[in-house]
């Protein structure tokens, strides 16, 4: 019993912290149109994994430089003369697959690569939980700091700048609270998991509220509850967390979507 | 002092000068509309007087305390972001409750302050940006291209309005547009640019100017001789 308590304590205190913050940024990610980019942010974080055990440095270390690197290079070549998109399907395979060989190279006594490509949160030990409420409640600042701003530079440039407010910068602040977040749930929901957990409450909660402050809640709540139910699910019919969590978050969009229809 | 002074402005675009040696001044109180063929720079020069582009060399200089108010040619609202009018005035920072309702009136469209804003249609959302511009009192007004997609009345009715605010506040007006009969009707000056100023002044001086009829023919006048007296008129241009 004890075993359970401590066990799933951790792993819902970790989902939790992630799946609180990547509602409301993920709403950014929504309203930019930017779920490709957090996908290549994140696949590209198994690259991170790799570095971080051949340099033998801490995995959240790792995946934190090499997401944020990632990120930076998709900011900073942003709007070039590739098309976004495949500038991103570039970024988001390569890297995923170089990362996959490094791995390979790697003793296989000590990795489970599957645990970073889809999570494994009943492996979370006290210092990630430090790690993932940390790195969530500088995302969640952040957010809040500049709120009224990446608002304003998400609706548009110009307008941005005619209020004083340069767009690029609050580009480069989500982009940097993006590879804080990947690099915190890699251990939750995995490398190609974060994007779902991004979108996927952004997008239920967009149905059910009339403001962004609303919805960046709402899409809060539904992700947290989504964890909670996964790790039940999981604990219970001993099904993969990270997929389980991802798929209570697919019920309650595919639930609001319904509600949409039946009014 | 003016407003607003622009010296020998140059921008470039990958290495394309897109403008150069454009100077400029604005008063307080005038209407000033730029007008020039597709790609002249126009809207350019609008975005690089609110910040958005850098400018190459040259300088723009603001009467010290300037308060801008900018309303974009479009703002597209993507779907999936739920904003109502309100809140929109609202960014990036509060304001006065009072002065959001009183600028949505301004504007005409106070009743629908609750509406969202990407079900607006083009006319409302371009009236919702002018009320936004207004809400910060501005001394210039900067309009890129505010009727695009607008049909002639709600043209009409859209420089109207931009009249009747100019006469209870006393702001400037820079604005680009292509409806060159209401232009010439509705501005005190009109600046006709093609990467630089081709010529510069009273609606009747520009439109009879060599460089102006260069640029837009002289069937154009026929438009402009609803408004005004005609004295330039001619029938030897067989293409327009």
């Known amino acids: 019993m004890i075993l359970f308590d401590s066990l799933v304590m951790r792993a819902a205190a970790a989902g939790l912290g992630v799946a609180l913050v990547a509602g409301p940024l993920g709403c950014f990610v929504v309203w930019r149109r930017m779920a490709y980019f957090s996908d290549a942010t994140a696949h590209a974080s198994i690259l991170g994994v790799a570095l971080a055990l051949v340099l033998d440095v801490p995995v959240f270390g790792g995946v934190l430089v090499v997401a944020f690197a990632a990120a930076l290079a998709l900011w900073a070549f942003g709007a070039r003369s590739l098309g976004q998109d495949t500038g991103l399907g570039v970024m988001a395979h390569s890297t995923l697959a170089f990362g996959l060989v490094a791995v390979s190279f790697l003793p296989s006594v000590r990795i489970d690569i599957s645990a970073y490509l889809f999570g494994d949160i009943l492996a979370v030990r006290e210092r990630d939980l430090a790690l993932i409420w940390g790195g969530g409640a500088i995302v969640l600042a952040l957010l809040a700091w500049r709120w009224s701003r990446l608002l304003i530079a998400t609706l548009g440039a110009d307008m941005a700048h005619a209020a004083g407010v340069n767009p690029r910068r609050e580009e480069l602040l989500l982009t940097v609270a993006l590879a804080i977040l990947v690099a915190a749930a890699i251990k939750v929901v995995g490398a190609l998991l974060v994007g779902a957990l991004l979108v996927i409450p952004a997008a239920t909660a967009r149905g059910l509220t009339r403001t962004p402050e609303a919805m960046a809640a709402t899409a809060a709540l539904i992700g947290g509850a989504s964890a909670l139910g996964g790790i039940w699910m999981s604990w219970e019919f001993d099904t993969p967390t990270g997929p389980s969590i991802v798929c209570w978050t697919a019920l309650a969009f595919v639930l609001s979507q319904l509600r949409g229809v039946i009014r | ?240």
């Open chain 2, 1 to 240: 002092m003016s407003l607003l002074t622009i010296e020998g402005l140059d921008v470039r675009y990958d290495g394309r000068r897109v403008l150069h040696d454009v100077d400029l001044s604005i008063d307080s109180g005038e209407i000033i509309t730029v007008v020039g063929p597709n790609g002249s720079g126009k809207s350019t020069l609008l975005r690089t007087v609110i910040g958005a582009v850098r400018p190459s060399g040259g300088r723009i200089i603001h009467r010290p305390g300037l308060r801008i108010g900018y309303v974009p040619q479009k703002l597209p609202v993507d779907r999936s972001l739920p904003m109502t009018v309100r809140r929109f005035m609202a960014l990036p920072d509060a304001a006065p409750k009072a002065a959001v309702e009183a600028a949505l009136a301004r504007a005409d469209v106070a009743e629908i302050a609750s509406s969202q804003l990407a079900t607006l249609s083009g006319g409302q959302m371009q009236r919702v940006l002018l009320a936004r511009a207004l809400l910060n009192d501005p001394h210039l007004l900067i309009l890129d291209e505010p009727t695009q997609g607008l049909d002639q009345p709600g043209t009409a009715s859209f420089y109207q309005r931009i009249a009747a605010i100019r006469a209870e506040t006393g702001c400037a007006v820079l604005m680009v547009s292509h409806d060159l009969h209401v232009v010439m009707a509705a501005s005190d000056r009109v600046i006709c640019l093609n990467g630089h100023v081709c010529c510069d002044g009273r609606p009747e001086y520009v439109a009879s100017a060599p460089a102006y009829r260069a640029l837009f023919g002289s069937g154009t006048q026929g438009a402009l001789a609803l408004y005004r007296h005609e004295h330039t008129h001619r029938h030897d241009e067989a293409a327009e």
